[in-house]
């Protein structure tokens, strides 16, 4: 039996960005509902809350947008499409890819993009490349329902965001 392939969201940014954090794939909540981690256990709005010292999570989901539009960040992910029954990493097949490395050039005050997981770290920093003129990369452990690691050890984690982002 031949399953579709899933489509990802498109990129969410300001022209000024200077921070992306980029996703695997959305999960089926996040896909039939056309927002960014929208699944209610998922963890990412309480985590980049935390880094940007404001409740997202208890904002409606384009209020989100707005708050992260005015502190310079963007969302993404760089798998485009991929054949995933479920939501979890684990199940992607025949990924095509996101054009991650158009972020380059695309967001010239871009300083940080933080991978959300290891699947996106590990498929993002190939994408990437390595150079000079690169923002840091920043692999943080993933704010999916399925990343059983304590909630204190994702904050911590994903503090370090804070450095990138005006304050």
């Known amino acids: 039996m031949n399953q579709a392939a899933k489509i990802g969201l498109p990129p969410i940014a300001p022209s000024d960005a200077r921070l992306f954090v980029l996703g695997s794939l959305p999960g089926d909540a996040s896909l039939a509902a056309r927002q960014y981690y929208a699944h209610p256990q998922n963890q990412f709005w309480k985590l980049l809350g ?85 923002p840091a990369l920043i692999d943080l452990p993933s704010s999916s329902p399925a990343n059983t690691r304590p909630l204190a050890e994702k904050v911590e984690a994903w503090a370090e965001l804070r450095r990138f982002l005006d304050q």
Do not use: C, M
Not at 81 to 105: F, K, M, T
């Open 50 to 134: 935390g880094v940007l010292d404001e409740d997202l999570h208890g904002l409606p989901y384009e209020r989100r947008l707005e708050r992260l539009a005015e502190h310079r960040v963007g969302l993404w992910d760089v798998i485009a499409s991929a054949v995933r029954p479920g939501s979890l990493d684990q199940a992607i097949r025949d990924a095509a890819h996101n054009q991650i490395e158009r972020l380059l050039h695309d967001f010239p005050e871009l300083r940080a993009i933080a991978f959300n997981g290891g699947t996106s770290s590990r498929i993002g920093r190939k994408l990437i490349g390595a150079g000079d003129h690169r």
